[in-house]
């Protein structure tokens, strides 16, 4: 018979053996995580957008910082920055873009109603949440002007959550917002607090620590010759128009787009080929051709197409993007299939092109004014009339090695059905989401941690059977829910 002591050491060192297996992994789970790209998609409040845009306020809204449009009244928000702490569920997620809306105007040429809601930022913790926004409205009545950051707008309804242990892309849909007190205030006194806003829908990248770098071995000295040799290949590239790299960037109609993914196009765009969707705007990479700095001239080829389809036989493809600039005016060209039917070289756009001298190594021009030409109005089966204002084009040419071009807008990764929220196991039952489970992805991370937790179990009992058989041998809400539509002044 073992005595006591060796009994109970034993089943110490097995506890110890047990938990120093699981010990890494479950550092693994605790370690925080970054959150790099990604969207939120929200409308705000639909009835807000359409009594702004209706009879009483006969307003607008634009958009600004590259958000865009998701159907028929959402807004998209990008390029999400913060973190995530996948052993205690919290999350803090800022996004970028913003919505500005505008009405009631006066005799003076100004509004009334001036409204701006731009970065929000999801907030999570401890089973609550809020989303925050830079907020700058006019105060009715007064007219008196406020300028707030990151005001606590909207309060998350996250009932039956489980943020605890998520893989990555992170998504949440359609989780219910309530306005606040500060929310209202902010709002101009359009809404009281407790007003039921639009649902959140939000999706955004994950990725771990960054590796620690390595020191990198001392850079090798070029001797003269070879230092000679790239400088007279840079200048014969130079005085052959050749350059590095290009991209243009069109978003073709933001009112296109809504009208393909909205009630009555009931469609989707889809890009091939290398082409990049920035959410307000399609990129058209890796451009080819020739660019002369002095005469600020471009005849480039860019890879890329987008097709649209929906409803009522809408197909319409554009590939084969050009853009040829010269004295001062760019036209953007593409190959059109409608139909069935493909017509090469269309010119579908003329754009403004000012100023198209290089800048610390690269030639670019920002959201220039682009207007409809006649083939285009042809390519768009006459949707829209020649001189149509079309959305605006930003086009860049590196034609240093070192340039860089402009980022696009990061939205992230599409959200796939293992990374969408679940509904989490609590005794009264939840509509709400809940976060995915492993970083591992559904399966390998999560019965990991239940094996891990039943052998944790099985140790801990031994020890304790061990132990009684050596003892029996010796010694919150806000108040009241306002109206759906604004208070009219």
Known sequence: MPS????????VALLAVLLGALLPAATAQAAGRTVQGGRLDWGIKSSFQSYVTGPIASG??????????VGGSQFRFHSATGSYDPDTGALTSGFSGGVHFTGHKKPDGSNELDLTISRPTVRISGGSGMLHADMVSKERGTGKVSSRSQVPLARL????IDMKGGSTPIALTDVPTTLTAEGASAFAGYYTAGTPLDPISLSVDTQGAAAQPKPSAPEKKQDEDEDEKGKAEKKDREKAGRFE???VDWGVRRTFREYVTGSIGQGEWTLADGAQDGGALFRFPQGKGTYDAKKQTLDADFGGSVRFTGAHDLDLKFAGVTVAVAKGEGTLSADVTSAGTT????????FAAQDFAPKDGLAALTEAPATLTADGAKAFGSMYRAGTAM?????????DEKAQLPALPDLGSEPTKAAEPTEKAVEEPSAAPAAASSDSGPGTGTWAGIGGGVLLLVAAGAFFALRRRGSAQGPGADATTGPDAPKTS
């Open 245 to 247: 790299d290009a991209a």
């Open 4 to 11: 006591s002591r060796s009994t109970r050491a034993l089943a």
């Open 157 to 160: 309804g996250l009932g039956g």
């Open 60 to 69: 607008s809204w634009s958009l600004t910082g590259g958000a865009a449009t």
């Open 343 to 350: 017509t090469e070289d269309v010119p579908l756009i003329t």
């Open 391 to 399: 959305d605006p084009v930003s086009l860049a040419v590196a034609v």
